[in-house]
């Protein structure tokens, strides 16, 4: 398998995700590399002087370049720095007609409102399937339902049929990732009434509020579950204990107390 050195963005989500504790196999998880790489990076690239939860992402790409250069005196023939190519289909990893986040009214990121969501996918055992969840932003109330595969006719389809219970004011923004699972979104929006946004890639912050959420359900699918066994009516009963937990943000009400109250208005 090549190796790739790692980008600036990459770097940016190591150092923070590091001070912060997460452990190389979590910051390798959501990234996409190997655990090890995690490890190999923070020690090449961190001061001499610290341990391995001390790592900035700019020193890093410092640490590197000094180094590229340094070698480039032993060659025999210096030739000029090579403008590093693109991987093979890399100009072609978005889905066509996206709207990035950036483009998201701003006064989403105040949690004023109700009706901006998040989406995402909770993946099984590999063929197995796995969740689409959503999750609303100020109240933490938390749709899912079963997906048989990760194919985007079936995420659109159990998304549709999610909001289906939800009134058409408390549907406004939904950021999602760039998996193709996603591609259908245009008839996600025309049968939702949300508006699709597009997160970075590698930016799972942009959509922290469903990225805590998963890691919830994880304490009861882990990674590895194999959704088949999964009744429908288990993985309701989940989210059902999920949204009945008192949240601390919430004042300690829970979302479906918070939920209900904003339903009830809405209606």
């Known amino acids: 398998m090549p190796y790739h050195h790692f980008t600036r963005e990459e770097r940016y989500i190591v150092s923070h995700m ?5 452990s190389f196999r979590e910051i390798g998880r959501r990234i996409g590399k190997h655990h090890g790489s995690i ?7 961190r001061p001499a002087y610290a341990d391995d ?13 000094e180094r590229r250069h340094k070698a480039r005196h032993h060659l025999r023939r210096r030739h000029k720095y090579r403008r590093r190519q693109k991987r093979y289909g890399s100009g072609r990893r978005f889905i066509p007609g996206r709207i990035s986040i950036d483009q998201r009214p701003s006064i989403v990121d105040m949690r004023e409102c109700f009706g901006d ?12 399937g ?11 109330y938390l749709i899912a339902g079963k997906l048989p595969d990760k194919k985007a006719a079936t995420m659109t389809r159990q998304s549709i049929t999610s909001f289906r ?22 008839k996600l929006e025309k049968r939702t009434g949300l508006k699709v946004y597009f997160a970075d890639p590698y930016a799972a912050w942009q959509r922290g509020t469903n990225e805590n ?6 304490q009861y699918f882990p990674k590895g579950t194999d959704f088949r066994n999964i009744p429908e009516k288990d993985s309701a009963m989940v989210v059902k204990k999920l949204n009945n937990r008192p949240r601390k943000c919430l004042n300690y009400q829970t979302p479906h107390e918070v939920f209900s109250q904003t339903l009830r208005g809405a209606l």
């Open 18 to 22: 590091a001070l912060a504790g997460f």
């Open 39 to 45: 490890s190999r990076e923070i020690k090449r690239n």
């Open 53 to 65: 939860a001390v790592y900035w992402y700019d020193a890093a790409e410092f640490y590197e370049k």
């Open 117 to 128: 969501w998040e989406g995402d996918t909770l993946e099984g055992k590999k063929g197995s």
């Open 130 to 140: 796995g969740l689409a969840t959503h999750v609303e932003r100020k109240c933490r």
């Open 165 to 186: 219970k939800t009134p058409r004011i408390l549907r406004q923004t939904l950021p999602v990732d760039n998996g193709r699972e996603f591609s259908n979104f245009k």
């Open 213 to 218: 959420t998963n890691g919830l359900l994880r």
